[in-house]
């Protein structure tokens, strides 16, 4: 990815982010145009390398950005996802731990770990909002939802289509709010 893009989002004062927008802008100047959105492609053209490692159940993942990881990888920037999480929520990580580096990261070293019970942190909301809006955009997931409407295996087939965990496919209807 061009650095320009990211410099641009990073220039975006958080208070006032608009998520959803800046999903919509990453999807469009990458010229992304295929479900389940390629979220490996994604982060790579940021710069990243992409590891699963078993890790206690209480973790998803984490980011390293640094020296250290430049040292042991040939790239300053990792992203690691728990290889014993189903591959939706594997996706759904790796979109996760791209928001830290666009809205937190700050240059430097920088390491955060991703918990699921972590779910009262402001950026760790914002990091899963992000991750959903990238994964499932508000128009395609709509429309996708719409078209489903009736079928008894509607959920099964989001998750399909989007390549994401059950989870958070509901989550999604419920803060689209199409119940």
Do not use: W
Not at 7 to 24: A, F, G, L
Not at 72 to 78: S, T
Not at 100 to 113: A, I, Q, S, V
């Amino acid at each position: 990815m061009k650095r320009e893009l990211v410099k641009e989002i990073k220039k975006i004062p958080i208070e006032n982010t608009n998520i959803s927008d800046i999903t919509d802008k990453i999807i469009s100047y990458l010229n992304v145009n295929e479900y389940p959105i390629p979220i490996v492609k994604i982060a790579r053209a940021m710069n990243f390398i992409i590891g699963k490692q078993e890790l206690d159940d209480t973790f998803s993942g984490y980011i390293a950005i640094g020296d250290k990881i430049q040292e042991k990888f040939e790239k300053d920037r990792l992203i690691c996802v728990n290889s014993k999480d189903n591959l939706g929520h594997q996706r759904f990580t790796i979109a996760h731990e791209l928001a830290h580096f666009l809205f937190d990261y700050r240059g430097g070293e920088y390491y955060n770990t991703y918990k699921t019970t972590d779910v009262n942190n402001s950026s760790e909301k914002r990091a899963n909002k992000f991750a959903a809006n990238l994964l499932m955009p508000t128009k395609e997931f709509k429309r996708k939802y719409n078209k489903l409407n009736g079928d008894d295996n509607r959920i099964e087939k989001l998750m399909g289509y989007f390549e994401v965990s059950r989870k958070a496919i509901n989550l999604r209807i419920i803060e689209l709010d199409l119940l």
